[in-house]
């Protein structure tokens, strides 16, 4: 069963640093895109920012210079590096898989916009 775990999330002041990772788990072949996204309270859930396999990056603009984007393919692992952070940065983040192929019994399948669980950012002021 593929599994996306996310970790690294938790409490800190304005100005500070987190690192947020996600591993993903379960036989997996290949991962196109892999995303974070993050959902404030009242908020929709909106895209942080992307990565290919290849290591294109976007991000969304009220992050650009402040937060890095980046993948271990070997890991099957994304990272969410976090500096600056400011107060309406709090929200769950979550982890995002797209154009995933896995190996289940003899045969390749494939999962599109597959979620973690998400985890906490709290940035207080």
């Known amino acids: 069963q593929v599994q996306l775990v996310e970790s690294g999330g938790g409490l800190v002041q304005a100005g500070g640093s987190l690192r947020l990772s996600c591993a993903a788990s379960?036989?997996?072949?290949?991962?196109?895109?892999m995303a974070w996204y993050r959902q404030a309270p009242g908020h929709q859930r909106e895209l942080v920012a992307a990565?290919?396999?290849?290591?294109?990056?976007n991000y969304t603009d009220s992050v650009k210079g402040r937060f890095t984007i980046s993948r271990d393919n070997a890991k099957n692992t994304v990272y969410l590096q976090m500096n600056s952070l400011k107060p309406e940065d709090t929200a769950v983040y979550y982890c995002?898989?797209?154009?995933?192929?896995?190996?289940?019994?003899?045969?390749?399948?494939?999962?599109?916009?597959?979620w973690g669980q998400g985890t906490q950012v709290t940035v207080s002021s």
């Open positions: 995002n898989a797209d154009g995933l192929i896995y190996r289940r019994m003899f045969s390749l399948r494939s999962l599109h916009d597959y």
């Open positions: 379960g036989s997996i072949v290949s991962i196109n895109t």
């Open positions: 990565v290919t396999s290849g290591g294109t990056t």
